[in-house]
């Protein structure tokens, strides 16, 4: 049998960064429904419409006893759109921790992920930089491994910025923090974790943002190819797509 | 196909095997043990199961946490309502005097309660806050009998799974299950702040449900049903919520 070649990306990558993709945008569209219900934020524990809010967001609402300075109140829209965001919740949960314990097992964080000492030197790091903020395009040997920013971003956005979010969003359940009341105390109180996950969310559109600009960059097709297939290569000639065995 | 891949291809197989045989076992003990969610139906059944199942494993004991009087919110919110009707202004010009909780279903005594009789029993008090779905909140003193008493009093039977509570609103009625029926937090609340429980926040008479959004906290109160088959009520999803397209478990 010939060689198979190594995919870019592993199948378990590939199939929990579609899920994520799925999760994420079914929680954004289904949480910006939600704060549409009261698009006030607040500081601290508690925080209604006769207190004075952190800020508000100049939209109309969805309920009458928001003063939102609209003369209109927008369709309710909260219950299947409370249902979606925490059903979404548990596949971004269950997926990422499938990701995590396959990633684990097979090394993938160290290998792919990890920046290496050399990456991390001020040298290094400044050309990285310097290449990204000149928009240059990625050298052909750059779709097979990810750069030092791109592992730093990413990184930082599996480990600390999913993390937050789910930590924030679960600060918010009445129930869970019963049981766990640090997970509220420790952020400041209940409208403090509303505010943060709000914040959050802001953080990882930008990161989808810049995500989807850098994959533009990189060539749109062929990376999003690569992670529905695993194959980096362009097409064959003709373009024919050749069957390839994958690795699991 | 080189033997690396072969065995993980056997390992991924009897990963899967385990996983589907655990969900299958998980759906079985999930049932047994009352982890299912009377609305369980539907294309988000498998998210509202998995919240109520893990929350009831985490929470069944816990208390809401309780506020120390000084964080008592000095604008509370008492959050619109449906226009009260023809037979709730009178009982309002009565002083509330007839108001009766009725309580029946799986009981050793069914019985009428007055709000004074009510008022009578040992009371309790927390300082907890109420989140209302939208987002807002307020924290306030909870003043009344706790509903464990009354349950109690009147002879809930063991095999009791819910208890069904209702409005003098028409069409608003609620549930929970006997983890928050038992619990020590939940009241049926008469005063609130040091005095009488104001009918914007649901007096003469609240159910009290901590660990819960404020839609559990069901205001004027006149009925509960002790029961083990809480489907037979309504469309069977458990309350008034979720026939109104919203989660029956509202501890999230």
Known sequence: MAETPQPRHLLFVRVTHWLTTIAFLALLVTGLEIVVSHPRFYWGETGNVNTEPLFKIPIPASRNLVPTGYGYVLPDQNGWSRHLHFQSAWLLILTGLLYVGAGLLRGYFRRELFPTRSDLSATQLMGAIAEHLRFKRPSAEEAWSYNVLQRLAYLLIIFVGFPLIIWTGLAMSPSFVSAVPAAVNLLGGQQSARTLHFFLTGALVLFLVVHIFMVILAGFWSRVRAMISGRAVELTEGGRIGAREERV | ?252
Request: with cysteine; hydrophobic share 40%.
């Open chain 2, 1 to 252: 196909m080189s033997k690396l891949s072969r065995r993980q291809v056997i390992a991924t197989g009897l990963v899967a095997t385990a996983g589907a045989s655990g969900l299958v076992v998980a759906a079985k003990l999930a049932g047994r043990y009352g982890l299912v969610p009377p609305d369980s139906g539907g294309i988000y059944g498998p998210g509202e199961t998995l919240t109520y199942a893990a929350q009831r494993l985490l929470t069944r004991h816990s208390q809401a946490r309780e506020f120390s009087r000084s964080q008592i919110s000095d604008k509370p919110l008492a959050n619109e309502v449906a226009p009260l009707g023809d037979e709730f202004q009178r009982h309002q010009k009565a002083g509330f005097a007839d108001w009766r909780l009725n309580v029946d279903g799986m009981v050793a005594r069914p019985t009428s309660f007055s709000v004074a009789e009510l008022k009578s029993f040992p009371r309790r008090s927390h300082i907890t806050m109420i989140q209302c779905e939208e987002g807002w909140s307020y924290i306030a003193e909870w003043t009344g009998v706790p509903l464990s008493y009354v349950l109690d009093l009147v002879g809930a039977a063991p095999q009791a799974t819910h208890v069904v509570y209702r409005s003098i609103q028409p069409d608003w009625w609620e549930s929970v299950d006997m983890a928050d029926a038992l619990h020590p937090q939940t009241l049926l609340a008469h005063g609130m702040n040091g005095g009488e429980l104001r009918v914007g926040f649901g007096g003469p008479l609240r159910m009290r449900v901590t660990r819960q959004l404020g839609y559990k906290s069901l205001k004027y109160v006149t009925s509960l049903t002790v029961t083990n088959n809480i489907k037979q009520f309504g469309k069977g999803l458990g309350s008034a919520e979720p026939e109104g397209g919203y989660a029956w478990f509202a501890g999230i």
